[in-house]
T-cell receptor
Framework: EDQVTQSPEALRLQEGESSSLNCSYT??????LFWYRQDPGKGPEFLFT???AGEEKEKERLKATLTKKESFLHITAPKPEDSATYLC????????????FGSGTQLTVLP | NAGVTQTPKFRILKIGQSMTLQCAQD?????MYWYRQDPGMGLKLIYY???????DKGEVPNGYNVSRSTTEDFPLRLELAAPSQTSVYFC???????????????FGPGTRLLVL
């Protein structure tokens, strides 16, 4: 069975304190791994797509990496505005572009 | 472009009532999806469509129905609402093929549904 597990469930950081969020997965065939940001009361907002092991993508203070079993979302020198829930999702090969989501990591960055 | 729009934003239903959640997109995407998100959980796929006239079940379809008569619209119908359907519902749309690595699903703002 295809599974996505995110850790930790919640993370509190001081402003400027770098850290990483984890997304581990077991799938029969991975077409792509997606990272989304979700603010309270809003829909998920796209951050990155990763397709193959070794791939990395960056956007401002965020950097996503992918291995054959997991993905990391690295947050460098976070600011309070980075506070949100970060969702990881998988697109399984052969599916109709459907996404299987993890339960998310709720990140709080304190000033 | 408005992107993906959903109505209503919030609704309270009594047990046994029915309603339709509306979803529209103006990006000419072939693929559209309905998800539900329960508190502290990720999104679970209810139904999806790969084009007008074509729909299929996702992970949690029981108690719901969909139709897709146009590319733009993908309404979700709740028949005989139950407390277990209390959730936040998100509609999403996405392109069919690769688009330079920026392909993704685009989400609407959500409909918060409370069944009492």
């Amino acid at each position: 069975e295809d599974q996505v597990t995110q850790s930790p469930e919640a993370l509190r950081l001081q402003e400027g304190e770098s850290s990483s969020l984890n997304c581990s997965y077991t799938v029969s065939g991975l077409r792509g791994l997606f990272w989304y940001r979700q603010d309270p009361g809003k829909g998920p907002e796209f951050l990155f797509t990763l397709y193959s092991a070794g791939e990395e993508k960056e956007k401002e203070r965020l950097k996503a990496t992918l291995t054959k079993k997991e993905s990391f979302l690295h947050i460098t020198a976070p600011k309070p505005e980075d506070s949100a829930t970060y969702l990881c999702a998988l697109e399984i090969a052969g599916s109709a572009r459907q996404l299987t989501f993890g339960s998310g990591t709720q990140l709080t960055v304190l000033p | 472009n408005a992107g993906v729009t959903q109505t209503p934003k919030f609704r309270i239903l009594k047990i046994g009532q029915s309603m339709t959640l509306q979803c529209a997109q103006d990006m000419n995407h072939n693929y559209m999806y309905w998800y539900r998100q329960d508190p502290g959980m990720g999104l679970k796929l209810i139904y999806y469509s790969v084009g007008a006239g074509i729909t299929d079940k996702g992970e949690v379809p029981n108690g719901y129905n969909v139709s897709r008569s146009t590319t733009e619209d993908f309404p979700l119908r709740l028949e005989l609402a139950a407390p277990s359907q209390t959730s936040v519902y998100f509609c999403a749309s996405g392109p069919t093929g690769l688009a330079g690595g920026q392909e993704t699903q685009y989400f609407g703002p959500g409909t918060r549904l409370l069944v009492l």
